[in-house]
């Protein structure tokens, strides 16, 4: 099998099943675009599976960070000026720690982020009493934060898994085995 061919294969089983899993007994406890960010954010690192899960998890909790600070601290003589400047200073610590090795691919960090703060956000107009924004401190998966880890590190998995399997897929049998088949 082509590598290409393989590696669709794997991702499409394999993406069948988070599917099914985030969407059935996995509900609530899992979002399924979440998982799959990071599955992309692992190819996207080089397979770099460490990066991507503690990447993708700064992110999210540097945005959770900015979430409190605008939901405790509002500033409504600011206007949106407030928040803007809240999100700039936090997404600077995105990009300064990128000398650390396990946070230099930045585009997990800024994933992370991006994710916890558009669930937050997204969930917010929809219930705006009860959402996510009511919920930043809550030890359960109702607390954005808690929930977009797990799905970004268990999709990260499934991204490693996948590329594993289209590997195990390409590979060409051993010389023993082709001159059996011979």
Do not use: E
């Amino acid at each position: 099998m082509t590598p290409l061919v393989a590696l669709s294969f794997s991702i499409a089983v394999l993406g069948a099943i988070w599917a099914y899993l985030a969407l059935g007994p996995l509900a609530g406890f899992v979002l399924v675009w979440a998982g799959f960010i990071s599955w992309g954010c692992y190819f996207g690192s080089g397979k770099a599976l460490g990066k991507t899960i503690v990447g993708t998890a700064y992110g999210a909790v540097i945005g959770w960070i900015a979430l409190l600070i605008i939901v405790n601290q509002p500033m409504p003589a600011l206007g949106v000026v407030w928040p803007a400047i809240v999100v700039g200073v936090t997404v600077f610590f995105l990009v300064i720690v990128a000398s650390i090795d396990l946070l230099s691919v930045v585009p997990a960090n800024v994933y992370g982020f991006a994710a916890v703060v558009a669930y937050s956000l997204h969930q917010a107009s929809t219930a705006p009493s009860t959402g996510p924004l009511h919920n930043l401190t809550a030890v359960s998966f109702a607390n954005p934060l808690i929930l977009l880890i797990v799905s970004m590190a268990i999709g990260a998995l499934f991204g490693a898994a996948s590329g594993q399997l289209a590997d195990a897929l390409t590979k060409k049998p051993s010389v023993a085995v082709r001159s059996l088949q011979a």
